[in-house]
């Protein structure tokens, strides 16, 4: 989901929906209900990382990797790497970096 809307595109035929839409893609007839689902609780497991960034860091960077398993955008690599930074894992915080910078989002990593 984009972070000022609600918008996100289907991940069948990448048509662009709003979450008001129903369970189904318009164009394609793909089920949202559970990619919708998804997309919610990785916006959750974000709130919840930026919430715990200083109070709780090694918990922030947890939440931070989930959030990247669950649904992996340049912003939740950005968030693992400030996690990363503030727990001092100076490494994993270059290697998002790197990934960020170099456009590459490779997982596992």
Excluded at 19 to 45: I, P, S
Excluded at 46 to 60: A, G, I
Excluded at 66 to 73: C, E, I, P
Aim: contains cysteine.
């Amino acid at each position: 989901m984009n972070k000022n809307t609600d918008i996100f595109k289907c991940p069948v035929c990448k048509r662009t929906q709003s979450q008001e839409t129903t369970a189904t893609c318009a164009r394609c007839g793909a089920d949202l209900t559970l990619y919708k689902k998804t997309l919610e609780k990785h916006a959750h497991l974000l709130h919840l990382t930026k919430q715990n960034l200083y109070s709780s860091s090694h918990e922030s960077l947890k939440l931070a990797d989930r959030a990247t398993r669950l649904h992996k955008t340049e912003d939740t690599i950005r968030l693992q790497a400030l996690a990363a930074l503030v727990t001092g894992n100076y490494n994993q915080a270059l290697r998002r970096w790197a990934q960020i910078t170099s456009g590459k989002m490779v997982a596992g990593e």
